[in-house]
């Protein structure tokens, strides 16, 4: 059964760089799409990434597109999330999920496999 785990979190300050790691484990993430959602306190989740396992599909929602890029390894079993220039509003619980598909979605109900999460706050 596949688990996830979030890494690389952490406290940074505005304009600062981060890169969040998921590895999986259980089984290999070959033939999973994989999502990035955060959460800040008092919001409700949102998709910020996610990469399809068909091709090299990516999707960014608009308020990360040019600072945030995701890749994944699938020799290390590793999804990363690289995130540059950050500002306040980025603050949240970082998570990763997985679904086994070809192609990857930014809504949360599409994944079945969750991690626990990696908090990044980003203040001066």
């Known amino acids: 059964q596949l688990q996830l785990k979030e890494s690389g979190g952490g406290l940074v300050q505005p304009g600062g760089s981060l890169k969040l790691s998921c590895v999986a484990s259980?089984?290999?993430?070959?033939?999973?799409?994989i999502g990035w959602f955060r959460q800040a306190p008092g919001k409700e989740r949102e998709g910020v990434s996610c990469?399809?396992?068909?091709?090299?599909?990516?999707w960014y929602d608009d308020s990360v597109k040019g600072r945030f890029t995701i890749s994944r390894d699938n020799a290390k079993n590793t999804v990363y999330l690289q995130i540059n220039s950050l500002k306040l509003e980025d603050t949240a619980v970082y998570y990763c999920?997985?679904?086994?598909?070809?192609?990857?979605?930014?809504?949360?109900?599409?994944?079945?496999?969750w991690g626990q999460g990696t908090q990044v706050t980003v203040s001066s």
């Open positions: 259980g089984s290999a993430l070959d033939d999973y799409a």
């Open positions: 990469a399809s396992s068909r091709d090299a599909t990516t």
């Open positions: 999920a997985a679904e086994y598909a070809d192609y990857c979605s930014g809504y949360g109900y599409y994944y079945q496999v």
